[in-house]
C-alpha cells in the first residue's frame, strides 16, 4: 500500500518527532549510578568513547571516557546529548500496522513476522526472487550488517539488497580501491599531528567530524601548513593557511592543477613513483593543459591560490590528505576522490609516521556497515559478489550451495528507481530514512507509494516509516552488544548498558525470527551478537577486510584492533601501505587519470544558482534521532538557506525573510541567513529536516557511474523571497518540519 | 588543585556548543549550562568563543555584590552566589566585564562557571576542556601550553582603565601580554572572512 494512512499533522501528534528535554529520571543530581557502561557514541564513523550512567535500567547521564585513546574524553554536542534517546516518549514499543484512515494499530509480533515473510513469499512468486529488495542502513554493528547480509542472500535470495552508505561515501571507496588497492582510510587519526601539510578537502570538520578538529590543530600547532577546500568558509576554514573558496564541482581544477605546477618544480618522488607504482606517465600526459591558469576556471578560484596549494604540498616532508562528503557527493565524485589521491602518491608520502591519507567516513558504523555484506556488490570481509572463489568461501561458511547465493544487484537509488518502474514490488527497509536523506525527494515518494508491501524496522516512526504496511520496533546501540568500525579502520565494541523497552527487538533477532518463518532457521540459530561475530571472524578471514585476529577480549585489551588481522596473534594493522606495498595484486598503486568534467546540472538564466547540501553539528544524518533531542533541537532548530549579501541584494532578500529554493524537481521554504562566508554563486541549505523544509526535495537524482552515489553537492537552484507561511507544514515544530 | 591551568584559545574554537551541552550535565548544576558560547558576528564571519568564568584575582562580581554572596576559594575560583545570600539583585550580572554570571529566575540566584569545582578538586578536568573537540577549552599545566601553542597564553584584560587579572588564560596571537578591549590590530589579524573578497584580492 505504501501511503500515509492519515495526515502527516496526525501521524506527528502520535510518533513525534517530538522533543525530550529532559533525562530519565529528571535533571536533579544522578547520585552515584549503578554502573558505568564504557562503550561510544552512536553517532558519526569517529566512534568516540563514552561512558553512559546506568541505574534501574535506565541511560541517566553520561560521563566522558578519557582512556578511550582517539577521542581521549572529548564529544561533540551530539555525543553528550545521546543518552535522551533510551527513555524517549516517541519510542516505538510494539510492532505496528497500517491501518487506513486510522494511522497505525498494535499487533503482535506473531502476526507482524508472519505477514511480513507471507508477503515477501506472495511478491517473489509472482514477480521473481529479486522483486523484493531490502536497504539498510551503516548506522548498525557489523554483526547486525552481517546478518541483514546474510538474510538477503540465505533467506530472501534476492540480489538486491544495498545499504546507505551509498549515499554517504562510497566514492571515496572505489576510488581507494581504484588506486590504493583497499578500501580503508590509510593511516589511523594519529598521523595527522605528525603531519608538515595537510589537505583537507570537501570536509566541514568543525561539524561533522569535530573531534578530528584537535588533531588538525595539534599538526598546526607543530608547524604543520593546512590547506582547505570547501564553497563556504567552514568553523576550521577560518584558522587554516590556506583558504580555497572552490566551486562546487570544480575540485579537480584545484588537484589536478597543483600537480601540474608540482612536475613543473619538480617536487615529485620518481624513485618511489618507478618502484611502487604504475600509470604515471598516462597522468603526467593528462595533466599537461591543467596549467593554472586552466586549472582555476575550472575550480572558480584565481590561480594563485592554486599556486600557493602547490606550494605547501609540494616540498613538505611529510603530508596527509583528507576528504569526505564534498568531493564524494557528485556524479564524479569517484573521480574527484581519485584526483586527489594522485597527489598523495605521487610524492610517495603514504605508509610512514605522519604520512598517508583518509576518508572522514560519515555514519556510526560506515566502515564496517559497508564491509560484511550489505552492499549490493560485496560478500563479507569486503569480498567480491563476482568472483568464484569469493562465493565459493563464503558459501562454505553459510552452508549453502555457491549458486544459490544472487549475484550482483541493484545499488541503493537504482533500486527506489526499480521500485518506481515497478521491478521491485517489496521492501525492507532498517536504519535508513530515504524520505529525508535520498536525493529527488518528490520521485523517492512517488516510488515508494508503488509498493505493494513495505516493512519498516525502526526504534523511532521515521518519515518513511509513516508509509509502512508494517513497523517492526528495533533497538538503539546501547541496546545490544556488538562492534563497529571507526572511520580508522578500528574494530571497537559497543556494550549493552540497558534493555530494549517493551516489546522493542534487537535488530538482528527481528531479521532471525523472519529467517526462521522463510524456512532457514538453521542457518540463523544466534544466541547472540557474540556468536554473529564469530562467524563474522571465519566469514572475513582471507578476505580485504580480514577480521579473523579480532575477538571481543582482543577489542578489550588494546582499546580496538585494526583490521586487517589475519590471526590471533596478530596486533592488527593501523596503518596501510607500508613499505610501498599497496593492496593489488602487483603490490603498487595504480595512478588514474582525471578529466574534469561539467556537473550533471549546470545553472542556467532559469535556475542560475548552485545549491549545495550538508550538515550541522547539532544534528546526525536524516534527524530521525537528533530531532527528538531537546537540547539537539534548541542548537538548531530548523534549516536556512545561506546567501553571500551580494546575491541576497540581487533579490532583495535581507536576513530571516522567508525564501523560496526551487529546482526543476521540488522546492523548499526556509529563512534566509544573509553571511559572507559563502560563494556569491552558491546557496548552502543543512539536509536534516523533512517535507516543506528537505533540501532534497531539489537535488538531483544523478550519480556517478562507477560509485552510484547521487550529486548532493550540486544542483541548479532560484530563489526568491517569498510571503510569511501560511500552511499545515509550517503550523507543525521544526523538528517535525514546520517553520518558525 | 593541580598545577593545571585553564586556558581559551579562540581560534580553534568551532562553535560546537560541546561545552555548552556538556556544562549543563555535571552534577552540581543539571540541567543548567554556566558556560557561554558567543557567535560573532555570524553575517561577516564563523568566529566563535567560549567565555567560562576567568576567576579575577579581584573578582568585580563579588565587589559589586551587596549581599557579600559571592565568595573566592583560597585557591582563586570564584564561586556561585551562596543561596542563603544571594538576594538576585543581578549587579554581578551587569557589572561583570566578561559577561560571565548567570541569573536564574526559578531558584532566583545567580549561578556561574565555578571551573567545575567538584571535578577539579577531585583531581579531574572541568568538564568543557574535557570534551572540547577542539580544545580551544583546554586544561594542562601553563608551560604545557607555552611549549605546544603558537600564541601566548595571557591574563591581564584592560577595560578602559580597570585593569583585570585572572586565573583563566585566553590565548592570543604571538607578541600580545595583555589585551585591551577594542579591536586589536596587529599581524594577521583582521583576516576577511568575506568569501567574496577573498576570490577577488588573490586574483
Given at each position: 500500500?505504501?501511503?500515509?494512512?492519515?495526515?502527516?499533522?496526525?501521524?506527528?501528534?502520535?510518533?513525534?518527532?517530538?522533543?525530550?528535554?529532559?533525562?530519565?529520571g529528571?535533571?536533579?543530581?544522578?547520585?552515584?549510578?549503578?554502573?558505568?557502561?564504557?562503550?561510544?557514541?552512536?553517532?558519526?564513523?569517529?566512534?568516540?568513547?563514552?561512558?553512559?550512567?546506568?541505574?534501574?535500567?535506565?541511560?541517566?547521564?553520561?560521563?566522558?571516557?578519557?582512556?578511550?585513546?582517539?577521542?581521549?574524553?572529548?564529544?561533540?554536542?551530539?555525543?553528550?546529548?545521546?543518552?535522551?534517546?533510551?527513555?524517549?516518549?516517541?519510542?516505538?514499543?510494539?510492532?505496528?500496522?497500517?491501518?487506513?484512515?486510522?494511522?497505525?494499530?498494535?499487533?503482535?509480533?506473531?502476526?507482524?513476522?508472519?505477514?511480513?515473510?507471507?508477503?515477501?513469499?506472495?511478491?517473489?512468486?509472482?514477480?521473481?526472487?529479486?522483486?523484493?529488495?531490502?536497504?539498510?542502513?551503516?548506522?548498525?554493528?557489523?554483526?547486525?550488517?552481517?546478518?541483514v547480509?546474510?538474510?538477503?542472500?540465505?533467506?530472501?535470495?534476492?540480489?538486491?539488497?544495498?545499504?546507505?552508505?551509498?549515499?554517504?561515501?562510497?566514492?571515496?571507496?572505489?576510488?581507494?580501491?581504484?588506486?590504493?588497492?583497499?578500501?580503508?582510510?590509510?593511516n589511523?587519526?594519529?598521523?595527522?599531528?605528525?603531519?608538515?601539510?595537510?589537505?583537507?578537502?570537501?570536509?566541514?570538520?568543525?561539524?561533522?567530524?569535530?573531534?578530528?578538529?584537535?588533531?588538525?590543530?595539534?599538526?598546526?600547532?607543530?608547524?604543520?601548513?593546512?590547506?582547505?577546500?570547501?564553497?563556504?568558509?567552514?568553523?576550521v576554514?577560518?584558522?587554516?593557511?590556506?583558504?580555497?573558496?572552490?566551486?562546487?564541482?570544480?575540485?579537480?581544477?584545484?588537484f589536478?592543477?597543483?600537480?601540474?605546477?608540482?612536475?613543473?618544480?619538480?617536487?615529485?618522488?620518481?624513485?618511489?613513483?618507478?618502484?611502487?607504482?604504475?600509470?604515471?606517465?598516462?597522468?603526467?600526459?593528462?595533466?599537461?593543459?591543467?596549467?593554472?591558469?586552466?586549472?582555476?576556471?575550472?575550480?572558480?578560484?584565481?590561480?594563485?591560490?592554486?599556486?600557493?596549494?602547490?606550494?605547501?604540498?609540494?616540498?613538505?616532508?611529510?603530508?596527509?590528505?583528507?576528504?569526505?562528503?564534498?568531493?564524494?557527493?557528485?556524479?564524479?565524485?569517484?573521480?574527484?576522490?581519485?584526483?586527489?589521491i594522485?597527489?598523495?602518491?605521487?610524492?610517495?608520502?603514504i605508509?610512514?609516521?605522519?604520512?598517508?591519507?583518509?576518508?572522514?567516513?560519515?555514519?556510526?558504523?560506515g566502515?564496517?556497515?559497508?564491509?560484511?555484506?550489505?552492499?549490493?556488490?560485496?560478500?563479507?570481509?569486503?569480498?567480491?559478489?563476482?568472483?568464484?572463489?569469493?562465493r565459493?568461501?563464503?558459501?562454505?561458511v553459510?552452508?549453502?550451495?555457491?549458486?544459490?547465493?544472487?549475484?550482483?544487484?541493484?545499488?541503493?537509488?537504482?533500486?527506489?528507481?526499480?521500485?518506481?518502474?515497478?521491478?521491485?514490488?517489496?521492501?525492507?527497509?532498517?536504519?535508513?530514512n530515504?524520505?529525508?536523506?535520498?536525493?529527488?525527494?518528490?520521485?523517492?515518494?512517488?516510488?515508494?507509494?508503488?509498493?505493494?508491501?513495505?516493512?519498516?524496522?525502526?526504534?523511532?516512526?521515521?518519515?518513511?516509516a509513516?508509509?509502512?504496511?508494517?513497523?517492526?520496533?528495533?533497538s538503539?546501540?546501547?541496546?545490544?552488544?556488538?562492534?563497529?568500525?571507526?572511520?580508522?579502520?578500528?574494530?571497537?565494541?559497543h556494550r549493552?548498558?540497558?534493555?530494549?523497552?517493551?516489546?522493542?527487538?534487537?535488530?538482528?533477532?527481528?531479521?532471525?525470527?523472519?529467517?526462521?518463518?522463510?524456512?532457514?532457521?538453521?542457518?540463523?540459530?544466534?544466541?547472540?551478537?557474540?556468536?554473529?561475530?564469530?562467524?563474522?571472524?571465519?566469514?572475513?578471514?582471507?578476505?580485504?577486510?580480514?577480521?579473523?585476529?579480532?575477538?571481543?577480549?582482543?577489542?578489550?585489551?588494546?582499546?580496538?584492533?585494526?583490521?586487517?588481522?589475519?590471526?590471533?596473534?596478530?596486533?592488527?594493522?593501523?596503518?596501510?601501505?607500508?613499505?610501498?606495498?599497496?593492496?593489488?595484486?602487483?603490490?603498487?598503486?595504480?595512478?588514474?587519470?582525471?578529466?574534469?568534467?561539467?556537473?550533471?546540472?549546470?545553472?542556467?538564466?532559469?535556475?542560475?544558482?548552485?545549491?549545495?547540501?550538508?550538515?550541522?553539528?547539532?544534528?546526525?544524518?536524516?534527524?530521525?534521532?537528533?530531532r527528538?533531542?531537546?537540547?539537539l533541537v534548541?542548537?538548531?532548530?530548523?534549516?536556512?538557506?545561506?546567501?553571500?549579501?551580494?546575491?541576497?541584494?540581487?533579490l532583495?532578500?535581507?536576513?530571516?525573510?522567508?525564501?523560496?529554493?526551487?529546482?526543476?524537481?521540488?522546492?523548499?521554504?526556509?529563512?534566509?541567513?544573509?553571511?559572507?562566508?559563502?560563494?556569491?554563486?552558491?546557496?548552502?541549505?543543512p539536509?536534516?529536516?523533512?517535507?516543506?523544509?528537505?533540501?532534497?526535495?531539489?537535488?538531483?537524482?544523478?550519480?556517478?557511474p562507477?560509485?552510484?552515489?547521487?550529486?548532493?553537492?550540486?544542483?541548479?537552484?532560484?530563489?526568491?523571497?517569498?510571503e510569511?507561511?501560511?500552511?499545515?507544514?509550517?503550523?507543525?515544530?521544526?523538528?517535525?518540519?514546520?517553520?518558525? | 588543585?593541580?598545577?593545571?591551568?585553564?586556558?581559551?584559545?579562540?581560534?580553534?574554537?568551532?562553535?560546537?556548543?560541546?561545552?555548552?551541552?556538556?556544562?549543563?550535565?555535571?552534577d552540581?548544576?543539571?540541567?543548567?549550562?554556566?558556560?557561554?558560547?558567543?557567535?560573532?558576528?555570524?553575517?561577516?564571519?564563523?568566529?566563535?568563543?567560549?567565555?567560562?568564568?576567568?576567576?579575577?584575582?579581584?573578582?568585580?562580581?563579588?565587589?559589586?555584590?551587596?549581599?557579600?554572596?559571592?565568595?573566592?576559594?583560597?585557591?582563586?575560583?570564584?564561586?556561585?552566589?551562596?543561596?542563603?545570600?544571594?538576594?538576585?539583585?543581578?549587579?554581578c550580572?551587569?557589572?561583570?566585564?566578561?559577561?560571565?554570571?548567570?541569573?536564574?529566575?526559578?531558584?532566583?540566584?545567580?549561578?556561574?562557571?565555578?571551573?567545575?569545582?567538584?571535578?577539579?578538586?577531585?583531581?579531574?578536568?572541568?568538564?568543557?576542556?574535557?570534551?572540547?573537540?577542539?580544545?580551544?577549552?583546554?586544561?594542562?599545566?601553563?608551560?604545557?601550553?607555552e611549549?605546544?601553542?603558537r600564541?601566548?597564553?595571557?591574563?591581564?584584560?584592560?577595560?578602559?582603565?580597570?585593569?583585570?587579572?585572572?586565573?583563566?588564560?585566553?590565548?592570543?596571537?604571538?607578541?600580545?601580554?595583555?589585551?585591551?578591549?577594542?579591536?586589536?590590530?596587529?599581524?594577521?589579524?583582521?583576516?576577511?572572512?568575506?568569501?567574496?573578497?577573498?576570490?577577488?584580492?588573490?586574483?
Amino acid at each position: 500500500m505504501a501511503k500515509l494512512p492519515i495526515p502527516v499533522e496526525q501521524l506527528v501528534q502520535r510518533f513525534g518527532p517530538h522533543r525530550n528535554d529532559v533525562p530519565a529520571g529528571g535533571w536533579k543530581a544522578t547520585g552515584t549510578p549503578d554502573q558505568l557502561v564504557k562503550t561510544h557514541c552512536c553517532f558519526c564513523g569517529q566512534q568516540c568513547g563514552i561512558q553512559l550512567k546506568v541505574k534501574d535500567n535506565k541511560v541517566i547521564g553520561f560521563e566522558p571516557w578519557e582512556e578511550f585513546p582517539f577521542n581521549r574524553g572529548k564529544l561533540c554536542p551530539k555525543g553528550v546529548k545521546r543518552y535522551m534517546q533510551n527513555e524517549h516518549p516517541d519510542r516505538l514499543l510494539h510492532p505496528l500496522e497500517r491501518v487506513e484512515g486510522q494511522g497505525f494499530r498494535e499487533v503482535s509480533w506473531e502476526s507482524a513476522l508472519d505477514r511480513t515473510a507471507k508477503e515477501m513469499r506472495r511478491i517473489q512468486e509472482a514477480y521473481g526472487r529479486d522483486a523484493f529488495g531490502i536497504l539498510s542502513g551503516s548506522s548498525l554493528t557489523n554483526e547486525r550488517a552481517y546478518v541483514v547480509g546474510k538474510f538477503a542472500r540465505v533467506a530472501v535470495r534476492t540480489a538486491n539488497i544495498d545499504y546507505n552508505g551509498r549515499l554517504c561515501m562510497v566514492s571515496a571507496a572505489a576510488a581507494s580501491k581504484k588506486i590504493l588497492g583497499i578500501d580503508r582510510s590509510a593511516n589511523a587519526w594519529s598521523d595527522i599531528r605528525a603531519a608538515q601539510a595537510i589537505l583537507i578537502a570537501g570536509s566541514n570538520i568543525g561539524e561533522c567530524a569535530p573531534i578530528t578538529t584537535d588533531y588538525i590543530w595539534d599538526a598546526r600547532e607543530r608547524g604543520a601548513k593546512i590547506i582547505l577546500l570547501d564553497p563556504r568558509m567552514t568553523p576550521v576554514a577560518r584558522s587554516v593557511d590556506l583558504f580555497i573558496p572552490v566551486r562546487p564541482g570544480g575540485d579537480i581544477g584545484i588537484f589536478n592543477g597543483m600537480l601540474h605546477v608540482m612536475i613543473e618544480r619538480g617536487w615529485i618522488n620518481h624513485e618511489f613513483i618507478a618502484a611502487h607504482t604504475t600509470g604515471w606517465d598516462a597522468l603526467a600526459e593528462s595533466l599537461k593543459k591543467y596549467t593554472p591558469e586552466y586549472a582555476a576556471k575550472i575550480a572558480g578560484v584565481p590561480p594563485a591560490m592554486i599556486v600557493k596549494a602547490a606550494e605547501i604540498w609540494g616540498p613538505a616532508k611529510t603530508s596527509f590528505l583528507l576528504h569526505a562528503r564534498g568531493l564524494e557527493h557528485h556524479s564524479k565524485g569517484v573521480e574527484n576522490c581519485m584526483a586527489a589521491i594522485n597527489l598523495v602518491v605521487a610524492t610517495g608520502r603514504i605508509g610512514r609516521e605522519g604520512c598517508g591519507y583518509a576518508m572522514i567516513t560519515g555514519q556510526g558504523n560506515g566502515q564496517g556497515g559497508r564491509e560484511h555484506g550489505q552492499k549490493c556488490d560485496q560478500l563479507p570481509g569486503a569480498r567480491d559478489i563476482e568472483n568464484p572463489e569469493h562465493r565459493e568461501h563464503i558459501a562454505g561458511v553459510w552452508g549453502v550451495p555457491e549458486e544459490t547465493i544472487p549475484h550482483k544487484g541493484l545499488s541503493y537509488v537504482d533500486l527506489l528507481e526499480a521500485v518506481y518502474e515497478r521491478r521491485i514490488r517489496g521492501l525492507l527497509l532498517l536504519c535508513s530514512n530515504p524520505l529525508v536523506s535520498a536525493p529527488d525527494n518528490n520521485y523517492i515518494r512517488e516510488a515508494l507509494e508503488r509498493l505493494e508491501f513495505f516493512a519498516v524496522i525502526d526504534f523511532f516512526m521515521s518519515e518513511t516509516a509513516r508509509y509502512a504496511d508494517l513497523v517492526l520496533p528495533s533497538s538503539l546501540m546501547e541496546e545490544d552488544d556488538g562492534t563497529t568500525t571507526s572511520a580508522e579502520g578500528r574494530v571497537i565494541r559497543h556494550r549493552q548498558a540497558v534493555d530494549p523497552p517493551h516489546s522493542a527487538l534487537q535488530d538482528w533477532k527481528i531479521i532471525c525470527d523472519l529467517a526462521a518463518r522463510l524456512g532457514v532457521q538453521d542457518k540463523f540459530n544466534y544466541e547472540s551478537p557474540r556468536e554473529i561475530f564469530e562467524e563474522l571472524r571465519v566469514a572475513s578471514r582471507g578476505g580485504v577486510a580480514d577480521y579473523y585476529g579480532i575477538t571481543w577480549e582482543k577489542i578489550d585489551e588494546n582499546m580496538g584492533v585494526f583490521w586487517p588481522c589475519p590471526s590471533l596473534e596478530h596486533p592488527g594493522t593501523p596503518r596501510l601501505y607500508e613499505g610501498g606495498k599497496f593492496g593489488h595484486a602487483d603490490g603498487r598503486a595504480h595512478f588514474q587519470p582525471v578529466e574534469w568534467r561539467p556537473q550533471s546540472e549546470e545553472p542556467d538564466d532559469e535556475y542560475p544558482i548552485i545549491l549545495t547540501t550538508g550538515r550541522v553539528v547539532a544534528h546526525y544524518l536524516s534527524g530521525t534521532q537528533t530531532r527528538r533531542i531537546g537540547a539537539l533541537v534548541a542548537q538548531c532548530p530548523q534549516p536556512y538557506c545561506e546567501i553571500h549579501p551580494r546575491l541576497a541584494e540581487k533579490l532583495g532578500i535581507v536576513e530571516a525573510d522567508f525564501v523560496k529554493v526551487e529546482s526543476r524537481r521540488g522546492s523548499l521554504n526556509v529563512r534566509a541567513s544573509v553571511v559572507k562566508t559563502i560563494r556569491p554563486d552558491t546557496v548552502f541549505v543543512p539536509y536534516h529536516w523533512p517535507l516543506d523544509r528537505a533540501a532534497n526535495n531539489c537535488t538531483v537524482r544523478a550519480l556517478d557511474p562507477v560509485s552510484r552515489i547521487p550529486e548532493y553537492k550540486v544542483c541548479a537552484v532560484r530563489l526568491k523571497k517569498i510571503e510569511r507561511l501560511d500552511d499545515a507544514t509550517h503550523a507543525l515544530t521544526p523538528e517535525a518540519g514546520g517553520l518558525r | 588543585m593541580s598545577e593545571n591551568a585553564m586556558v581559551i584559545d579562540p581560534s580553534r574554537c568551532i562553535g560546537c556548543q560541546a561545552c555548552f551541552q556538556a556544562c549543563s550535565e555535571c552534577d552540581t548544576h543539571r540541567g543548567r549550562s554556566m558556560i557561554h558560547l558567543e557567535t560573532i558576528l555570524r553575517q561577516d564571519s564563523v568566529q566563535t568563543a567560549p567565555q567560562v568564568c576567568m576567576h579575577c584575582e579581584d573578582p568585580i562580581c563579588a565587589r559589586v555584590c551587596p549581599a557579600d554572596a559571592i565568595k573566592k576559594t583560597p585557591d582563586g575560583v570564584v564561586q556561585s552566589s551562596l543561596k542563603p545570600r544571594c538576594i538576585g539583585c543581578s549587579n554581578c550580572v551587569i557589572a561583570c566585564p566578561f559577561g560571565v554570571p548567570k541569573y536564574f529566575g526559578e531558584i532566583d540566584q545567580m549561578m556561574k562557571c565555578d571551573l567545575c569545582y567538584d571535578r577539579t578538586s577531585a583531581g579531574k578536568k572541568p568538564m568543557c576542556a574535557t570534551v572540547c573537540p577542539s580544545q580551544a577549552i583546554t586544561y594542562a599545566p601553563l608551560h604545557e601550553i607555552e611549549r605546544s601553542r603558537r600564541g601566548t597564553p595571557i591574563n591581564e584584560f584592560h577595560f578602559g582603565r580597570e585593569v583585570v587579572r585572572t586565573k583563566v588564560f585566553i590565548v592570543a596571537p604571538e607578541g600580545f601580554a595583555e589585551m585591551r578591549v577594542g579591536l586589536v590590530p596587529g599581524p594577521g589579524i583582521p583576516k576577511s572572512d568575506d568569501v567574496a573578497a577573498l576570490l577577488e584580492e588573490t586574483r
